[in-house]
């Protein structure tokens, strides 16, 4: 069965500081990566995927995240933060099951960017 | 253009109502969605229709019955509202794997209703 840890709840970071927001996932078969941002009351939004290739993924806003298969993560990162940055991000994995495709969410990471 | 538009934003109601939310998406996904997020942000998958099919029932009550007049939209009926229902509820549309098995899974999301039960 798939699972999703965002190990940080919470990450606060000054503005134009680095960030790196955490996912590990576990699946039994071939999985697709997802991270999205909600910015308050709003839907998602999504950032970035992996389906396969490049191992590393650019996305939207200056994010990028690294997939690596032998740690079974799916880091989130940006150089340099901005205060409108501050929002939900969510790590998410999908695969194809019994029960047509399927995606299943972590918990959430809020990221405060303070001036 | 709205992609996945929701209907009501808000919705406020006693317990034992029975109420109904409406989603329609214009991207021509042969797939939607609806996932409910809690008060803590955690967000789980309620039901996925393909092809206006039931393809995901992720133990949701039975008083939660979706129902998908035609590819375009999917709205959820909720009967004999409880206080465990206020949450925001997301709906999503996507499509469905190629048929030459190429994955075009991208989820896009509306804007969400906010339920409230009292």
């Known amino acids: 069965a798939q699972s999703v840890t965002q190990l940080d709840s919470q990450v606060p970071v000054f503005e134009e500081a680095p960030v790196e927001l955490r996912c590990n996932y576990s699946s039994s078969v071939s999985v697709y990566l997802f991270w999205y941002v909600q910015y308050p009351n709003q839907g998602l939004q999504l950032l970035l995927k992996y389906l396969s290739g490049s191992t590393l993924v650019k996305g939207i806003n200056g994010f990028e995240a690294e997939f690596n298969k032998s740690q079974t993560s799916f880091h989130l990162r940006k150089p340099s933060v901005h205060i409108s940055d501050t929002a939900e991000y969510f790590c998410?994995?999908?695969?194809w099951g019994t029960g047509g495709f399927k995606t299943i969410f972590g918990a959430g990471t809020r990221l405060f960017v303070k001036a | 253009d709205t992609a996945v538009s929701q209907t009501p934003k808000y919705l406020v109601t006693q317990m034992g109502n029975d109420k109904s939310i409406k989603c329609e998406q214009n991207l021509g996904h042969d797939t939607m969605y609806w996932y409910k997020q809690d008060s803590k942000k955690f967000l789980k998958i309620m039901f996925s229709y393909n092809n206006k099919e039931l393809i995901i029932n992720e133990t949701v009550p039975n008083r939660f019955s979706p129902k998908s007049p035609d590819k375009a939209h999917l709205n959820l009926h909720i009967n004999s509202l409880e206080l465990g229902d206020s949450a925001v509820y997301f709906c999503?549309?996507?499509?469905?794997?190629?048929?030459?098995?190429?994955?075009?899974?991208?989820?896009?999301f509306g804007p969400g209703t906010r339920l409230l039960v009292l």
């Open positions: 999503a549309s996507s499509h469905s794997r190629g048929t030459s098995g190429g994955v075009k899974e991208t989820q896009y």
């Open positions: 998410a994995v999908s695969d």
